[in-house]
């Protein structure tokens, strides 16, 4: 289950926190960086939950199967990770690593990668939750995230 909603969703809602502390949720998509187990997210420095990132370099994601018409909402499979922050140097041998995974799943955003004022951001989990289904959850260590991010 796990595996699938990281392969097959590529939209996650990010939270972090505020310079007031309270929550900030934003929808990002993603990529995954195998190799390094990880999630990787391209930020604009224009947008709020960037500096939210570098201030406290911890975030959660929420990935999350879409609604269906007519369907049960509270049986939607999701995935919640908790998560250090790094951002990834232009000049850090990562860099290439990580815009060819963004690029393979985001054609479109090639361009994007260009841009100055963008970063690419990974997510490294520590601990998460999956709900397969209504009643059926299960906690997620590190270990299982980064398995699970490695064979998506």
Do not use: C, W
């Amino acid at each position: 289950m796990t595996s699938n909603l990281l392969g097959g969703q590529r939209i996650a809602t990010l939270a972090t926190v505020d310079d007031d502390g309270l929550p900030h949720a934003s929808l990002v998509p993603f990529a995954l960086l195998r190799g390094q187990a990880s999630l990787l997210i391209h930020v604009s420095a224009l947008a709020p939950h960037f500096g939210y990132l570098k201030r406290r370099l911890q975030a959660a994601v929420l990935i999350s199967k879409p609604e269906i018409a007519g369907e049960e909402v509270h049986a939607l499979p999701r995935l919640s990770i908790q998560a250090d922050i790094e951002f990834i140097d232009r000049q850090s041998p990562d860099y290439a690593p990580a815009r060819d995974a963004y690029v393979q799943r985001f054609p479109e955003a090639g361009f994007m990668t260009d841009l100055q004022d963008f970063a690419f951001v990974k997510i490294k989990p520590l601990s998460g939750r999956v709900i397969a289904g209504f009643g059926a959850a299960r906690k997620l260590d590190q270990a299982s995230l980064r398995a699970a991010i490695e064979t998506s």
